[in-house]
């Protein structure tokens, strides 16, 4: 059986599976490209950063968040700018700067979850909907064809098939995508918090 033949036989619902099932892939490929430790928390930038910050070469630290393309640039930019007004002003400025970030790296990630969840109910409401089809044919036949009425049912099935087929792997996208994030946003913290104490010591911060 070649695809026409299976969206054939599957009814409309079949593109609309289809159709997710591409949004889904659009949505994957996407946060993989965003999703890289050089665009979030780079370890070769902290250490640099660390460095600046250690020596109090303010100066040059913020020239190297302007230089980089990178969440952990923008999270001590937002530090550095703020560390006059104190430590408290500063890791506020930081957390609301990183909470910002974390949330752009969350966009699409909702697509995922929506189509892992509704492409198996697509699927069970295109067999339904066939099913109802197979039995009022059955109900209003004189002498219903077994063979024919069999055939009707494996053909309501396919849009089940054909569900499961995306929304499983798509949920598996999605829990990826998520963990990622999560430990991505982990380190992010750990190294905001430790730039965080060469912006504004907490003995300054306290005084």
């Known amino acids: 059986m070649d695809l026409g033949e299976l969206f054939e036989r599957g009814g409309p619902l079949m593109y609309v ?3 997710a099932s591409t949004l889904a892939a659009a949505a994957f490929i996407d946060r993989l490209l965003a999703l890289r430790r050089t665009h979030i928390a780079p370890l070769g930038l902290f250490k640099s950063l660390r460095s600046h910050l250690a020596a109090r070469d303010v100066e040059r630290a913020r020239a190297l968040c302007r230089e980089q393309r990178s ?4 999270v001590t930019a937002a530090g550095i700018d703020k560390r ?11 957390e609301e700067t990183g ?15 929506t189509v892992a969840a509704i492409a198996p109910l697509l699927g069970l409401l295109g067999t339904v909907t066939g099913m109802i089809e197979v039995f009022f ?9 077994i063979a024919k009425l069999s055939g009707g049912i494996k053909e309501a099935l396919y849009t089940t098939g054909a569900g499961l087929t995306v929304g499983i792997p798509v949920f ?14 982990q380190e992010l913290e750990e190294r905001s918090l430790a730039l965080l104490d060469l912006i504004v010591p907490e003995e300054e911060g306290e005084a």
């Open 84 to 94: 006059r007004r104190g430590r408290a002003a500063a890791k506020e400025a930081m």
């Open 71 to 74: 969440v952990l640039a923008e």
């Open 17 to 19: 599976i289809v159709g």
């Open 172 to 185: 598996v996208a999605y829990r990826y995508i998520e963990s990622r994030i999560e430990r991505y946003a």
């Open 137 to 145: 044919e059955i109900e209003s036949a004189v002498d219903p064809d």
């Open 99 to 113: 909470s910002v970030a974390v949330g752009r790296l969350e966009s699409w990630v909702n697509v995922l979850a």
